[in-house]
């Protein structure tokens, strides 16, 4: 399962590590874009296997932020 | 005597500011970052110098880089216009130090009214009222709860360097009051690199209005009326219009005399705000000072035929004002609705590639851009990208063509709050005048 970016930004923190158990819902990273922080969420529970993005990378819509498994 | 201008902003303010520039013969100098290649402020000045990658941190933050292409092109002074290093006083500092004029008060004003905690204790000096709140900084959320029971819930937990909504919670309950207390001191000290927070007593249904000043050099200081600017959302503003459809000529007047008492108390020069929330009653109460130009200086100008930069620029030369209250009288009725690039519905940002973009035109129309058609939006910066400003000759005049101007503007390719500006209009409560800083909250549905 794949966590997209929902809009253009930048990784503006990672809430979880790789490795850590997420729950559906759970925020993953908060992306900066225009001045605002968005939460993204995993869409289901799982374990995070691997991140695609460190911290202040920018992404644009849709791109693969982590991979959850 | 200003010859040449740097103008260390971007989008819409660095366009406006080069009108007036080049209606009083001034070259200008202009800044971007990589992003802002394209951006218009880039093709209407006399020169452009590319600052650095999109980051603002590395483009319109870095002053020691703002300040050398200033001297290296030989200008005789910075505009900051507003965000970015605007009300920062060390820059104000540096400039000042360079020798060159900064367009804004003295870097120890500004220093002063950025620390909400100083700036209260400074009103009430000058005798101007301030919200019911704590003398200075409240040390733990022990002491903020102690605190709050005595002046009873709601308060307004707020961070001393704050800004824009930033740092800032209400909070209900005693339960909310410790997290909101550490989550707003961590993030203050994160961001502000000052963690100090201070209280106040939340005013219920309040209205945020506030005064435009100018003051010269040779003490002479007057108010433009005022501008309300209730309809916001996340604290920021959307819709404002001067004057406030709610305040009496009684208080309009006594409001524009403290602002004046204010300025004066501060030997404050140049441009700046006095910002009040206004209870039920009208009683009104100091919330801050913004030590630059504002988003909405339009609406000010378009009521009192006054060129608010052409000012800005005159005072800086240390021309005297030449102008006496007494000559100054509220003409008519404006309203500014900001363009935000952003969903109208959930008001989460938009960036994107913009097709079409056609600004409605007309006698009593006038835009403030930053974008055209065929232009990319990005993700960098605030998502306004321009301000529909209408003057009528009373309120239901301006609601009138400003509803008919934003059913004519057309924005393709990205999402704007154009439909929400419209639900605000068109709402009843709106045109009853009724615009509480609660107004989207209780009506955007």
New interface residues.
């Given amino acids: 399962m794949e966590v997209k970016a929902t ?4 990784v503006w923190k990672m809430t979880v590590a790789q490795g850590d158990s997420v729950e559906e819902g759970q925020d993953v990273v908060i992306l900066e ?4 922080e ?1 939460p993204i969420a995993a869409e289901q529970s799982g374990t995070v296997k691997e991140f695609k993005v460190q911290e202040g990378d920018f992404v644009n819509e849709g791109d693969v932020i982590a991979v959850i498994e | 005597m200003i010859n040449k201008l740097m103008i260390a902003n971007r989008g819409e303010i660095a366009v406006r500011i080069i009108c007036t520039c080049k209606k009083l013969n001034i070259r200008t100098v202009s800044v971007y970052s990589e992003a802002d290649k394209y951006a218009p402020h880039v093709e209407m000045a006399d020169e452009s110098y590319l600052i650095g990658p999109p980051r603002v941190q590395e483009s319109y933050l870095n002053a020691e880089k703002i300040i050398e292409i200033a001297k290296e092109t030989k200008a005789d002074a910075i505009h900051p216009g507003y965000g970015f290093l605007s009300e920062n006083a060390g820059f104000a500092e540096q400039c000042e130090q360079a020798g060159l004029v900064f367009i804004g008060p003295k870097s120890s004003v500004i220093q002063k009214m950025g620390s909400k905690i100083e700036a209260r204790r400074a009103m009430q000096t000058a005798g101007v009222p301030v919200v019911p709140g704590t003398d200075g900084a409240v040390a733990t959320a022990e002491d903020a709860a102690s605190y709050a029971s005595q002046i009873g819930y709601p308060v307004m937990v707020k961070a001393s360097a704050g800004g824009g909504g930033i740092g800032m919670q209400v909070v209900q309950t005693e339960a909310e009051l410790k997290e909101a207390f550490v989550n707003n001191t961590k993030r203050a000290q994160s961001l502000f690199g000052d963690g100090a927070m201070f209280m106040e007593k939340k005013i219920e249904n309040a209205r945020h209005i506030e005064v435009q000043v100018l003051a010269d050099h040779h003490g002479n200081v007057v108010h433009l009326f005022e501008r309300e600017c209730s309809i916001q959302r996340r604290n920021q503003k959307v819709i404002e219009e001067a004057p406030s459809p709610f305040i009496s000529e009684e208080t309009r007047q006594e409001m524009g005399e403290k602002a004046v008492q204010a300025a004066k108390a501060l030997a404050y020069t140049n441009a700046g705000t006095i910002e009040f929330l206004v209870d039920e009653q009208e009683n009104f109460y100091f919330l801050e000072m913004n030590t630059r130009i504002q988003v909405e200086h339009p609406i000010t100008e378009e009521i009192t035929g006054v060129d608010i930069v052409e000012k800005q620029l005159e005072i800086a030369s240390g021309k005297p004002l030449q102008l006496s209250q007494d000559e100054l009288f509220i003409n008519g009725h404006a309203i500014e609705a900001r363009i935000y690039a952003e969903d109208p519905k959930t008001f989460f940002p938009s960036p994107g590639h913009i097709d079409v973009f056609q600004p409605p035109e007309g006698e009593y129309i006038r835009n403030e851009v930053a974008v055209r058609s065929n232009y990319d939006v990005t993700p960098f910066y605030d998502p306004m990208i321009a301000k529909l400003v209408v003057h009528g000759k009373s309120r239901e005049v301006a609601i009138s063509l400003l509803k008919q101007a934003l059913e004519q503007y057309k924005v393709t390719g990205i999402k704007t709050n154009i439909p929400m500006l419209l639900r605000v209009v068109e709402h009843e409560q709106f045109q009853a005048g009724n615009t509480t800083t609660s107004f989207l909250e209780l009506y955007h549905g």
């Fill in positions: 809009m253009a930004g930048s874009s225009m001045k605002m968005i």
